[in-house]
């Protein structure tokens, strides 16, 4: 069940850092993703310091690459997506795009890592999906066009589906990797894609800005610790000790999760079909924990 309870620790604090990105919508998502990265990479430096751990030098060539690339892919363009559709959608809309996640990676899942889903687990699965989707999938409130929910949505599915390729490329090598070695690999990859952007594009220089103190990082500094350290770690512990569709649908809890959060901390409106939905969600929840895949 570890596997299980870092899947829902890293929903519930991606959750609250969501909640916190969106107080900041004057940083750019890219020196978003940039700030979190780097506070990230500075952690997991120290954290690996006072384990007393190293990197792994006996790794392949074949190995480094695939964690690199899932770097590159699941924080630098992926997590840069995400952060782009938050600003145009905000985070009630962006939980319905999030409901794409499960689906994804149960998808990808199956078929790229053979992984087997029973049908009780389906069933706790579509119980999770169809929970969220009931509780955000209300018309949406504020002065967004049709076009910037569209474009929105499009972007966050496209950042999902990329995530979900970074997951499979690197779920071989954390399962017999060290935890906080592999979480580090891929934020330094991660980074470092993102500064090799910024460097070949002077027009994009300006995400630099977000690394001198302000006032701003009394909120980026703890959306950074819980999104790119602690949830990161959460994450990459759940699909190294569970299932990568267990996690996922685990993971989904995100979307219930940043409702709550939205409503107590931006006063958002917590509707009679919300609150319906995100027990379902949290039925289907039970279902998949208690079923076997």
């Known amino acids: 069940m570890i596997g299980e309870a870092c899947a829902l620790g890293a929903a519930m604090c991606w959750s609250t850092s969501l909640i916190l ?3 900041t919508d004057n940083v750019s998502p890219l020196g978003m993703n940039l ?8 952690l997991l430096v120290v954290t690996m310091l006072a384990l007393g751990k190293g990197l792994d030098l006996q790794r392949s060539q074949a190995d480094w690459l695939r964690l690199i690339v899932s770097g590159v892919l699941g924080i630098a363009v992926a997590d840069t997506l995400i952060f782009i559709a938050l600003q145009r959608l905000g985070a009630s809309l962006l939980a319905v795009v999030d409901c794409a996640y499960a689906p994804t990676m149960v998808a990808v899942s199956v078929l790229a890592l053979g ?4 049908p009780a687990f389906i069933f706790g699965g579509v119980l999770v999906v169809g929970g969220v989707l009931a509780s955000v999938l209300e018309k949406p409130a504020g002065n967004r066009s049709t076009r910037d929910v569209v474009v929105g949505a499009a972007i966050g599915i496209t950042g999902i589906v990329v995530m979900g390729l970074g997951v499979v490329l690197s779920k071989p090598i954390v399962e017999r990797s060290d935890l906080v070695e592999v979480t580090l690999i891929r934020l330094v990859a991660g980074a470092a894609a993102q500064l090799l952007w910024i460097g070949f594009l002077p027009s994009q220089r300006g995400a630099l800005a977000v690394l001198k103190p302000s006032p701003t990082w009394r909120t980026l500094v703890p959306a950074a610790v819980l999104s790119a350290y602690l949830s990161m770690l959460f994450w990459l512990a759940g699909f190294k000790w569970t299932t990568a569709s267990r ?11 940043t409702i709550v959060l939205a409503r107590i901390f931006l ?4 509707s009679t079909r919300r609150m319906l939905g995100a027990g379902a969600a949290i039925a289907g929840v039970l279902v998949v924990l208690l079923a076997k895949t």
Request: proline share 0%; no cysteine.
């Open 21 to 23: 990105f969106k107080r």
């Open 247 to 257: 996690a996922s649908v685990l993971n989904q809890m995100t979307t219930v999760f």
């Open 35 to 42: 700030f979190k990265n780097v506070v990230a990479v500075v």
């Open 115 to 118: 992984e087997h889903v029973s």
């Open 267 to 270: 006063g958002e409106a917590l």
